[in-house]
């Protein structure tokens, strides 16, 4: 299991939000390449980057630190959401040299727009399902949807998508916990990998995932925020426990 430290991006700067909240956001550095470098230094296989902005306006805002980042660090494989609705803005970050693009908001609206980009650029496509009480929210969470995210997961299943991140927005920045139940039934409704998202708070929720990552299609990574932020985990130790899980 991967622990992926988040670097959100919000007005070109490193923040946190609770609960997606905007207004209710912690700046953690002015310079995202350099916190992007701190997780790196403590073993970070992979990055977890968001466009806030991006996320609301449906485009790229924070696309030149994202480049930034994935020049400074070509090797590492960087993930990106926030905003990515079209073929083009796919192509503009693989061609920043992002790794995988998650795709979100679009996912919920148009299923079979995931269809056609997972043809397009194989191998390279992640869906991000967030959801609040089980059922998915899409622009930036603003809005709730009534489609059930584990049913959505399953639709997703035979078009090529690496995997899915599956996020409990009632827990994101809360530092409450993950959400070990509703992570397990994602992993269990559909063949795909699921990343666990949102609540993360130390080597219990670190443990609690470890011992059911087997479970369904499997637990292949965690994406952890404000935990490493404010030192409740620490990555190279959470990592070190992941490798040495049996």
Not at 228 to 245: K, R
Request: glycine content about 10%; charged content about 25%.
């Amino acid at each position: 299991m991967l622990i992926i430290p988040a670097i959100d991006l919000k007005d070109g700067k490193c923040v946190r939000l609770r609960k997606g909240v905007m207004e209710d956001s912690t700046v953690f550095s002015d310079d995202p390449v350099s916190m992007a470098k701190k997780w790196v230094d403590q073993g970070a296989r992979r990055l977890h980057l968001v466009d806030l902005n991006g996320a609301f306006a449906g485009e790229p805002v924070n696309g030149e630190v994202v480049t930034a980042i994935s020049k400074a660090y070509p090797n590492l494989p960087i993930q990106i959401g926030g905003g990515i609705r079209t073929p083009e803005i796919i192509e503009y970050y693989l061609d920043a040299g992002v790794q995988y693009v998650i795709i979100g908001t679009k996912a919920v609206k148009e299923p079979e727009f995931v269809s056609q980009v997972c043809k397009a650029y194989e191998g390279h496509i992640i869906v991000g399902l967030d959801a609040k009480a089980g059922l998915v929210a899409t622009d930036g969470w603003a809005e709730v949807s009534n489609v059930k995210a584990t049913e959505l997961a399953k639709r997703f299943e035979q078009d090529g998508v690496s995997s899915i991140v599956y996020t409990d927005i009632d827990r994101d920045g809360m530092m409450q916990g993950v959400n070990v139940e509703a992570t397990v039934a994602m992993a269990k409704a559909s063949s795909l990998p699921v990343v666990a998202s949102g609540g993360i708070t130390d080597m219990k929720d670190i443990s609690a995932l470890l011992e059911v990552s087997d479970q369904g299609a499997g637990i292949c990574g965690a994406i952890t925020g404000r935990a490493i932020y404010e030192n409740t985990l620490d990555l190279a130790q959470a990592q070190t426990a992941c490798d040495d899980f049996i």
